[in-house]
């Protein structure tokens, strides 16, 4: 016996010395192989890197989910160590690290972190390699880049690639922008020129400068920003301009609208490719660039019926239907323009507007709870459940000791009885809340 307690405790002793030595960070070779970490090296190889993103996978679920994402990370690593401020890749097995998994709160697998200095955020960028490698690029950009001609301008724009908008300051002074570029790092790339041509005035559309144009390479569209360029006014163009002027609803572009602060004007139309559809989004750009407040947003039924379906809309509705929606249960039609008709779409549009601002309006719930009320909906309805089991559980085993006891040791009988009451008044409530939250 004392020989073993020996061993452990030398053991112990060891491992205190192991983590003395991870905490120097050569212990990590930075070769471009993705880092295995687990316990004792996690948190030195989050101090140690500046970027660093991290897998926690599962081994072995049967739904190969993370089976493809290793291979993507393994070709990725080694292009973010090559980069002039180096990216590194590690992982973490979840099915075995379970508390350090737990610890950065993770549920699903895979998941990606990425800890920039330390600082953990949810990485949901693309996960297929040249992608990722893409998208990663933007977090150690600088600041605000300096362009210095035309031709710095288009490859930068080349560049950045199609997954963050991109302001780009004609004739403005880095300096004005560099604190919001700071702030707004992660989403969205900043930069000044001061030295351009007129061809890259019309090139961009602009009527005078300086001026702040965002361009959003993915839905091909552009807003342009003529000032004051003062904190308050810019701060709000740039947050407002995170999303195109008008969004085309899909999965994706649903879960970065759920960030949004601004109401949406959702447009749903029969069958968005129709030509039809695109003449209504052009109107759509015209009223979005004269209502910053607003976020405008499109879907075709064809396309996405089940999310019309939340919004009353089928194949019996006179569409296009335009609505306002707050992102989470609620929405509002504005009396006496339930559809946009066929004819002079854009001043059904302004008188949409109007209505809605004058609060003409019928206030409505979505059908059902939509994504974060959904989510938030199905993990409550899930730990109700498992607090539900539990409670009732427990009552069966006082209720059984109850029993038990009633035939051994009369004189307990009492204190378990409040035990056993408490707890079954309390799952009468969870019981209660349970029924609450499915109707
Ligand atoms: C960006 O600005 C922050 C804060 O001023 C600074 O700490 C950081 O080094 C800058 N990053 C780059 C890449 O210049
Ligand atoms: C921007 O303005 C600052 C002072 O406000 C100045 O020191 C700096 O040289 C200017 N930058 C450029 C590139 O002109």
């Not at 690029?137 to 362009?147: D, E, Q, T, Y």
């Not at 007129?198 to 959003?216: G, N, R, T």
């Given at each position: 016996?004392?020989?073993?307690?020996?061993?452990?405790?030398?053991?112990?002793?060891?491992?205190?010395?192991?983590?003395?030595?991870?905490?120097?960070?050569?212990?990590f070779?930075?070769?471009?192989?993705?880092?295995?970490?687990?316990?004792?090296?996690?948190?030195?190889?989050?101090?140690?890197?500046?970027?660093?993103?991290?897998?926690?996978?599962?081994?072995?679920?049967?739904?190969?989910?993370?089976?493809h994402?290793?291979?993507?990370?393994?070709?990725?690593?080694?292009?973010?160590?090559?980069?002039?401020?180096?990216?590194?890749?590690?992982?973490?097995?979840?099915?075995?690290?379970t508390?350090?998994?737990?610890?950065?709160?993770?549920?699903?697998?895979?998941?990606?972190?990425?800890?920039i200095?330390?600082?953990?955020?949810?990485?949901?960028g693309?996960?297929?390699?040249?992608?990722?490698?893409?998208?990663?690029?933007?977090?150690?950009?600088?600041n605000?880049s300096?362009?210095?001609?035309?031709?710095?301008?288009s490859?930068?724009?080349?560049e950045?690639?199609?997954?963050?908008?991109?302001?780009?300051?004609?004739?403005?002074?880095e300096?004005?922008?560099?604190?919001?570029?700071?702030?707004?790092?992660?989403?969205?790339?900043?930069?000044?020129?001061?030295d351009?041509?007129?061809?890259?005035?019309?090139?961009y559309?602009?009527?005078?400068?300086?001026?702040?144009?965002?361009?959003?390479?993915?839905?091909?569209?552009?807003?342009?920003?003529?000032?004051?360029?003062?904190?308050?006014?810019?701060e709000?163009?740039?947050?407002q301009?995170?999303?195109?002027?008008?969004?085309?609803?899909?999965?994706?572009?649903?879960?970065?609208?759920?960030?949004?602060?601004?109401?949406?004007v959702?447009?749903?139309?029969a069958?968005?490719?129709?030509?039809?559809?695109?003449?209504?989004?052009?109107l759509?750009?015209?009223a979005?660039?004269?209502?910053?407040?607003?976020?405008?947003?499109?879907?075709?039924l064809?396309?996405?019926?089940?999310?019309?379906?939340?919004?009353e809309?089928?194949?019996?509705?006179?569409?296009?239907?335009?609505?306002?929606?707050?992102?989470?249960?609620?929405y509002?039609?504005?009396?006496?323009?339930?559809?946009?008709?066929d004819?002079?779409?854009?001043s059904?549009?302004?008188?949409?507007l109007?209505?809605?601002?004058?609060g003409?309006t019928?206030?409505?719930t979505v059908?059902?709870?939509?994504?974060?009320?959904?989510?938030?909906?199905?993990?409550?309805?899930g730990?109700?459940?498992?607090?539900?089991?539990?409670?009732?559980?427990?009552?069966?085993?006082?209720?059984?000791?109850?029993?038990?006891s009633?035939?051994?040791?009369?004189?307990t009988n009492?204190?378990?009885?409040?035990?056993?009451?408490?707890?079954?008044?309390?799952?009468e409530?969870?019981?209660?809340?349970?029924?609450?939250?499915?109707?």
């Amino acid at each position: 016996m004392p020989k073993m307690r020996l061993h452990i405790i030398f053991l112990l002793l060891f491992c205190r010395f192991g983590t003395g030595i991870s905490l120097t960070a050569d212990q990590f070779k930075v070769d471009g192989k993705v880092l295995e970490l687990d316990e004792s090296n996690f948190d030195s190889a989050i101090s140690s890197f500046d970027f660093i993103l991290v897998d926690f996978y599962a081994q072995g679920r049967p739904w190969g989910h993370c089976k493809h994402l290793s291979p993507q990370l393994d070709e990725a690593a080694p292009v973010l160590a090559g980069l002039k401020e180096p990216i590194v890749i590690a992982k973490v097995n979840a099915d075995k690290f379970t508390r350090l998994a737990s610890k950065h709160d993770v549920d699903a697998y895979p998941t990606l972190k990425l800890f920039i200095h330390g600082v953990s955020m949810e990485y949901y960028g693309p996960r297929q390699s040249d992608r990722l490698v893409q998208y990663l690029k933007k977090f150690v950009a600088p600041n605000v880049s300096i362009l210095t001609s035309d031709s710095a301008i288009s490859g930068f724009i080349k560049e950045a690639g199609t997954f963050f908008p991109i302001f780009i300051g004609f004739g403005l002074n880095e300096t004005v922008l560099s604190n919001l570029a700071v702030k707004y790092k992660k989403r969205a790339w900043f930069s000044v020129t001061k030295d351009f041509s007129s061809e890259a005035m019309v090139l961009y559309d602009l009527e005078k400068v300086p001026a702040l144009v965002v361009i959003h390479p993915n839905y091909k569209q552009q807003s342009i920003f003529y000032g004051p360029f003062e904190d308050k006014f810019l701060e709000d163009f740039i947050k407002q301009n995170f999303l195109p002027p008008v969004v085309p609803l899909n999965h994706e572009t649903l879960k970065l609208l759920k960030d949004e602060e601004r109401k949406i004007v959702l447009t749903i139309t029969a069958d968005e490719n129709e030509d039809q559809s695109q003449n209504l989004i052009k109107l759509l750009k015209d009223a979005a660039s004269a209502n910053h407040d607003l976020v405008f947003g499109y879907f075709g039924l064809k396309q996405w019926e089940d999310f019309a379906d939340k919004f009353e809309a089928n194949e019996k509705t006179k569409l296009p239907k335009m609505i306002v929606w707050n992102g989470d249960e609620e929405y509002f039609s504005v009396i006496g323009i339930e559809s946009l008709g066929d004819e002079d779409q854009g001043s059904r549009i302004s008188q949409f507007l109007e209505g809605y601002r004058q609060g003409r309006t019928e206030k409505k719930t979505v059908k059902v709870p939509l994504f974060m009320g959904l989510f938030k909906s199905l993990v409550g309805i899930g730990a109700f459940f498992i607090i539900f089991i539990v409670v009732a559980m427990m009552i069966m085993m006082i209720v059984l000791m109850v029993i038990i006891s009633k035939d051994n040791e009369p004189l307990t009988n009492d204190s378990h009885d409040k035990v056993g009451h408490a707890k079954s008044s309390e799952a009468e409530n969870n019981q209660h809340r349970l029924e609450k939250k499915e109707d």
